[in-house]
């Protein structure tokens, strides 16, 4: 197992010698230490992808393409590796890992790899004589800080699309997951990725993290994580004006109507909010139900969570895991306090469980809590199992809750009139919205936020477009320019 820096194509320790404790969350065990990087290794990191850069941004973009598929194939090669880890790291259930989080991984890089020859300029009508033709140019060094949450997928979100586009890349993965992004690095290079093209240099937020960010030499930062970091990234960039892109917190409105599919509608609010213990941006954390169907809808919505089977993320019958870190769990846990104090009802969970096999674990039950729209709990991002339940009764008032927060990332409708899903599908202020299914991601497809959930969007050709440069070029073909000054 990788437990050092990767910089300029070698393995390394941290300059100062820093580690960092890496725990199991399913017991608390140690798994290893890893190096820690510091403002002296995010600078050494920033120089390799500096010198790295004008050799890659001039490769053939089909042989940038041709080393991202590569990779996508020894990531499948890798796959059952890669999911243990995952899941060791991160609690996330091992069916999650093998099924998603991994084939997830592979299919965005190859969808990159398969784009890198595919990302064309323009040729722009202008004035006659002229012609204007736009190249996207990469930016240069990116810098790019990503969460616990989804750390192997959030490699190829973040690098897929950068490296396609001919950039080089510094990532810092959360302190708490780095396992899997520094596996992914020994690929990269075991498959042929040139030293210094991609740099991975775990660490904390306000030692490297900060470094990168105001690192006059990144031309970019790209961050996934909260809102309040977010906000600490922007003034950090401020120095070299750098670009920055924003992918923050999210409190998913999930609307579910009196003629949905109730079958489908609950099942899929259960995926919504306990899909990797509700650690997640786009989870349906507010789950918005038509008074009609309300009381039916929680009965057999709060049997189903109660049914949900947790257990050790390694047992291929774990549904759920246990959170991925104890002061997650802790945050978590102090909002069922909040809920109580502004008269929330806990329709169930709420508490660890008592089961003593998942004592030693950072677990939490599925809990589902009934409160009011302007509640803490209904505005605040809680990112564990924790639903709140909210009532409405028009269109209208759907609407106003489901907007009624400063986020807007993820939602969902759950209705067989199309008519009426389209109609509220314009209207609700989010950057994703799923119609009769939820959490839907394709390598294809804009993901990002609005609002307090930040701004700038990956995947698909949105990505390539956030990760390069316009660049306007204006030729004279036959135009005759008239003398500006008299002589
Ligand atoms: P966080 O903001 O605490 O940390 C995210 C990353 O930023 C980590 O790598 C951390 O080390 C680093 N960091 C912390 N302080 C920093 C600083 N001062 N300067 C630079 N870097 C710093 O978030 P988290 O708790 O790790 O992750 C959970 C959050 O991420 C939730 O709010 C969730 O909604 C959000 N998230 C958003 C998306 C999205 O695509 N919109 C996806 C996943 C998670």
């Known amino acids: 197992m990788q437990n050092q820096l990767f910089i300029d194509g070698r393995f390394v320790p941290a300059i100062n010698g820093g580690q960092i404790d890496v725990l199991c969350p399913a017991d608390g065990s140690l798994i290893t230490r890893i190096a820690a990087a510091e403002a002296e290794d995010i600078d050494l990191a920033v120089t390799a992808a500096q010198r790295a850069f004008p050799a890659w941004a001039a490769l053939p973009a089909a042989e940038r ?20 880890l995952e899941s060791l790291d991160t609690g996330h259930p091992i069916r999650d890992s093998r099924n998603l989080d991994v084939p997830r991984t592979a299919a965005c890089f190859r969808y990159f790899g398969g784009m890198a020859d595919k990302i064309e300029g323009a040729v722009i009508p202008v004035d006659a004589g002229f012609l204007n033709y736009v190249q996207r140019k990469p930016i240069g060094v990116i ?10 997928m959030f490699t190829s979100w973040k690098m897929g699309p950068a490296l396609a586009a001919g950039n080089t890349v510094v990532i810092k993965p959360s302190e708490i997951t780095p396992l899997s992004t520094l596996r992914i690095a020994e690929l990269m290079h075991e498959v042929g990725f040139p030293a210094g093209v991609v740099n991975v240099v775990p660490g904390y937020g306000h030692t490297a993290g900060q470094r990168l960010a105001e690192h006059p030499d990144v031309g970019k930062i790209a961050f996934t994580g909260s809102t309040a970091t977010g906000r ?9 004006l750098k670009r920055v892109q924003l992918e923050l917190g999210g409190k998913g409105a999930n609307i579910v109507f009196d003629d949905a599919d109730l079958n489908a509608a609950i099942n899929g609010a259960a995926w919504a909010i306990f899909h ?11 789950l918005i139900l038509h008074e009609r169907i309300a009381d039916d809808f929680l009965g057999r919505f709060v049997e189903l969570a109660r049914s949900i089977r947790l257990g050790n993320p390694l047992d291929p019958d774990t549904e759920m895991g246990p959170l991925t870190s104890a002061l997650h769990r802790d945050r978590v846990l102090s909002y069922v306090e909040v809920a ?35 509640d ?15 009532r409405f009764s028009t269109d209208e008032e759907a609407l106003a809750i489901a907007n009624g927060t400063a986020y807007g990332l993820g939602s969902g409708l759950w209705t067989r009139d199309l008519q009426r899903a389209h109609r509220m599908a314009e209207r609700i202020q989010a950057g994703m919205c799923w119609i009769n299914c939820y959490k839907r991601v394709s390598p294809g497809s804009p993901f990002g936020g609005v609002g ?36």
């Open 65 to 84: 393409g041709r080393l991202l598929l590569r990779l996508a194939d020894a990531i499948e090669a890798n796959a059952e590796e890669l999911a243990q």
């Open 452 to 487: 307090q959930s930040g701004y700038g969007r990956e995947m698909g050709f949105e990505a390539i477009h956030d990760y390069t440069e316009a660049r306007s070029v204006w030729v004279n073909v036959d135009a005759q320019i008239p003398p500006h000054f008299k002589r």
């Open 340 to 374: 109580k104090e502004q008269g929330g009802r806990i329709l169930t969970g709420g508490k660890a469980p008592s089961d003593p096999a998942l004592a030693g674990g950072y677990y939490v039950e599925p809990t589902v809590v009934e409160a009011r729209p302007g």
């Open 232 to 240: 600490r990234i922007v003034e950090a960039s401020q120095g070299n």
């Open 276 to 286: 990797n213990q509700g650690q997640a941006c786009i989870a349906g954390s507010r």
């Open 376 to 390: 803490r709990v209904a505005q605040e991002e809680v990112f564990g199992p924790f639903v709140t339940v909210l």
């Open 143 to 152: 810098g790019q800080i990503v969460p616990w949450n989804f750390p192997l």
